[in-house]
């Protein structure tokens, strides 16, 4: 059976494909008389949505939220909130040359075998088009997790291809990530990185990288041990992002080659508040988080769609060489940005609401 639903509480539920009539989301179990901006809703969507720049898609969609449900005179109600965004620039035309065949590294092949059909238009249910249907439900979680507590979610673009920021989130001005179309807060670096996803693009070639996301302010004991520990559950949001093909929080795959007495976190106390003076557990210790910093990297593969021929088969095993049409990001981290933070938001939510039943 196939899962389209995320989270325990706080529920949201995705529906639609890329070239279909509309995509949207069904948020359940949001708490009573929280307080929703719609206009932050859709700023959200207009960080994601494509053709805003000259390194992205030249897809042309507004992203226009409607929200059928569950919110009256600005609150919630309690009942289901239902957001619906309308595909208005479907070119389902632009896929007719894959109908039977298999894009490398894309779903086809492997939603073909599972389901015995696809829908070839732009990946159909596969396609990061769907992604704008979670940047909705984030941005309701976003607002939930202001209301309720001093949390803070930040990200940004930290590498593309080969280059890298080497300063870390305290050393960079997070308030200017997004000041450039690529969303890094490093100016300088930021225009290599631009010129870098041009150059890739002029080629018919595509680049991959990597996305930074900085927690700040998060309450102790968010996490369920043993298998809805926090890490894991962020972990699991990040890869159900499309393209994602690593995780890493805290230390992450740098301190397996470190000591214990190198890669340990001390507690100190001050003025009455309990912390530690380094954080390399990246704020989250047994799955819980302990109030420091929650810090961690999320990969992203180069866009599978590129202008150059390649060898593939289509469904009668036959090999052939396609060429792919149609509009695509030649780098996703951009708008990945908007999408990983919405993923960080749905699973903060859910535990913040969690946690509330932890304890008498």
């Known amino acids: 059976m196939a899962n389209n639903t995320f989270g325990e509480l706080f529920r ?26 719609v206009n932050l809703i859709q700023h959200e969507l207009d960080r994601r949505k494509p053709g805003q720049s000259t390194i992205t898609t030249s897809r042309k969609e507004s992203d226009t939220v409607q929200v059928l449900s569950g919110i009256h005179n600005n609150k919630t109600l309690g009942s289901p909130i239902a ?35 696809r829908d070839y238009r732009g990946g159909g249910r596969s396609s990061a088009r769907a992604t ?3 940047v909705g439900a984030g941005a309701i979680a976003k607002q939930l997790l202001t209301q309720l507590t001093k949390l803070d979610i930040k990200t940004y673009v930290s590498q593309v ?34 010129h870098l996803i041009e150059t890739a693009r002029n080629n018919g070639d595509s680049l991959g990288g990597i ?40 230390s992450g795959f740098e301190g397996s080659s470190k000591y214990g007495s190198e890669n340990n976190d001390e507690f100190i106390e001050k003025d009455g508040i309990i912390a530690t003076k380094t954080n390399h557990s990246g704020g989250i210790q047994g ?14 593969k180069p866009t599978s769609t590129i202008k150059k021929a390649q060898q593939t088969i289509n469904e009668k095993g036959e090999h052939i060489t396609i060429e792919p049409e149609g509009r695509h990001d030649p780098c996703v981290l951009p708008r990945a940005v908007p999408i990983v933070e919405a993923m960080a938001a749905l699973v903060l939510a859910d535990h913040v609401l969690r946690n509330r039943a932890a304890k008498l």
């Open 211 to 250: 996305i930074t996301g900085v927690i700040q302010n998060c309450p102790v004991g968010l996490g369920e041990p043993v298998f809805d520990k926090l890490n894991a559950n962020l972990a699991k949001a990040m890869f159900c992002i499309n393209a994602v093909h690593g995780f890493e929080y805290g």
């Open 12 to 37: 949201v539920t995705t529906f639609g494909e890329s070239h279909g009539a509309a995509i949207g989301a069904v948020i359940d179990g949001c708490p009573s008389g929280l307080e929703i901006d």
């Open 287 to 300: 799955g819980i988080s302990n109030g420091m910093d929650i810090y961690f990297n999320v990969a992203f």
């Open 132 to 134: 704008a249907a979670i």
């Open 83 to 117: 957001l619906l965004i309308k595909n208005e620039d479907q070119k389902p035309e632009d896929y007719e040359h894959i109908k039977t065949s298999f894009r490398p590294s894309h779903a086809d092949f492997t939603y073909f075998s599972k389901y015995g059909l």
């Open 161 to 194: 291809g080969k280059i890298k920021l080497e300063k870390n989130y305290k050393e960079l001005p997070l308030d200017k990530i997004d000041t450039n179309i690529v969303r890094c807060p490093d100016e300088k670096k930021a225009k290599d990185m631009i």
